[in-house]
């Protein structure tokens, strides 16, 4: 009952504040950072429709709606490559598993997906279960306020598989519908890493995804199953705890994404351990993995960081416990790992706006591009724990919030 009213304020949530704009809006900021590197200083960004229409110093339009950010720090909208919004806690305050109805998993869901918006992610990948795909299109169609979605639908970890059974589920995934397709190379870190998947089955499953025109993800953490992963030109590299600098810059070479997941999601679960434990491989073991496997994180990040030329993205792997919390994975990156904060950002902008072949409609405030605008209190290339404190977010045009009221 709880979760079906949750559902319904969301929706009433969607129709007083994502309602389409007449008007041109403006946006006047104190601060612009473009997404690309670039600084700018008392902007105003035009905006018609869901699409930004001007950037520069000109004043608004007499007939314009504004908005007063001049004191606020502006950003394209985040983008998180890497995330699951079905995951969640149940009513008793369990890790909720598959044994519940799809009405309650998606109200979840849309309440994961709304708080994920309120924290200033305005796109998001999910990685991957069937009822994303709803959840996507509801979204799109503007009457449920929450991130744009893509979603694999599912992931393929089938080690049994034979060839053209690989080629039949990457072909039916496309069919069905999905933005991607999700891959397991290696076993939870719980179980160890492991390499699950052949070279040649990844290599099967990445070719036939390329020839459809579909990115993969594939999820991996040692040095086998990375290799093998870039050599089939696979698309992004999830996790990578136990790859050398030697495969780093192997992907480098390649062109390949890594998308490191170090600051947020095991240290989501052992914050949440008694909500997890005794689940699946949520048990003593898998916690001791995962507490031992955060520092291996953080070093092979440093390393990644120290190789020219590679693309960092920006995933959290964000599941239950961590939704609406995921900017806490670049503030750990800046801190802890040592990243540039403007590096930081791009990564969660136009970097990962290009990882998703969404480079030319989002990731950057410049003309043409959707209007996705996030604003935070203070500066975050001063001090990246800024980025916490979102007083606004528009997506496609729409403010869906505003804390200055103006």
């Known amino acids: 009952m709880k979760s079906a009213l949750w559902f319904l304020c969301i929706i009433l949530v969607a129709a007083s504040l994502g309602m389409a704009q007449d008007k041109p809006i403006v946006i006047q900021a104190g601060t612009l950072l473009d997404g690309k590197g670039g600084v700018a200083r008392n902007v105003s960004i035009q905006v018609e429709g869901a699409r930004i229409a001007k950037v520069g110093s000109s004043a608004p339009a007499g007939t314009a709606t504004v908005y007063d950010l001049k004191g606020l720090t502006v950003l394209p909208g985040w983008i998180d490559t890497h995330v699951h919004l079905d995951w969640h806690f149940g009513l008793d305050g369990r890790f909720a598993t598959r044994d519940r109805t799809p009405s309650q998993t998606m109200a979840f869901e849309a309440e994961n997906a709304y708080a994920t918006l309120m924290s200033g992610f305005t796109t998001v990948q999910c990685v ?202 670049l503030i750990y990156r800046v801190q802890k790992g040592g990243q540039d904060p403007m590096a930081a950002i791009i990564a969660m902008t136009s970097l990962a706006a290009q990882s998703l072949n969404l480079g030319d409609k989002i990731g950057t405030v410049v003309p043409g591009m959707e209007a996705d605008i996030v604003a935070v209190e203070g500066n975050p290339l001063q001090d990246i724990t800024a980025l916490r404190h979102v007083a606004f977010v528009m997506k496609a045009g729409k403010v869906y919030k505003n804390t200055r009221g103006n």
């Open 128 to 329: 991957g279960a069937a009822i994303d795909k709803e959840l996507r299109d509801v979204i799109a169609r503007g009457v449920l306020p929450g991130p744009r979605v893509l979603t694999s639908l599912a992931a393929l970890t089938n080690a049994n598989l034979t060839p053209e059974q690989i080629r039949e589920y990457v072909r039916k995934s496309a069919a069905d519908g999905a933005d991607l397709i999700k891959i397991f190379a290696s076993r939870s870190i719980r179980d160890g890493g492991g390499q699950t998947l052949s070279a040649e089955q990844i290599q099967i499953a990445c070719g036939e995804a390329t020839k459809l025109g579909l990115r993969t993800l594939v999820h991996a953490y040692g040095d086998d199953a990375v290799k093998a992963a870039v050599l089939a030109g696979c698309t992004s590299i999830e996790h990578g705890t136990l790859v050398s600098p030697e495969i780093l810059q192997l992907m480098a070479d390649h062109g390949t994404y890594l998308d490191p997941n170090i600051g947020l999601v095991k240290q989501n679960y052992l914050e949440n351990r008694a909500h997890y434990q005794g689940i699946g491989n949520y048990n003593d073991e898998g916690f001791a993995a995962m507490e031992k496997a955060i520092p291996v994180d953080l070093a092979m990040f440093k390393h990644a960081l120290a190789i020219k030329g590679l693309k960092i993205v920006f995933g959290t792997d964000a599941v239950a416990g961590a939704h609406g919390r995921n900017v806490e994975e």
